[in-house]
């Protein structure tokens, strides 16, 4: 058999073991969180609960925020979000 023949098959091999991958690398525990309406909501279709605290803004933290950037991505264009 050439090289050229065997490639595609190693090819096709590789591909379909990937598809697979690390598919038995989970951990198998119990939800601690399972049934609580604050977590997942009355409903699975529903929205939690903690999603619809609200919070006072504080621009104080934005000032920082922003120096903060500056310092990480100083000469780099930062792009903010969506």
Known sequence: MKLKNLLPIVAIALVATACDYQKNNRIKQKDLHAGDEYVYGVHPDSAAVQTKNTYTAKPE?????????????????????N
């Open 61 to 81: 933290l934005e000032v920082r925020a922003n120096a903060i950037r500056e310092q990480l991505f100083q000469g780099k264009e930062i792009s903010k979000g």
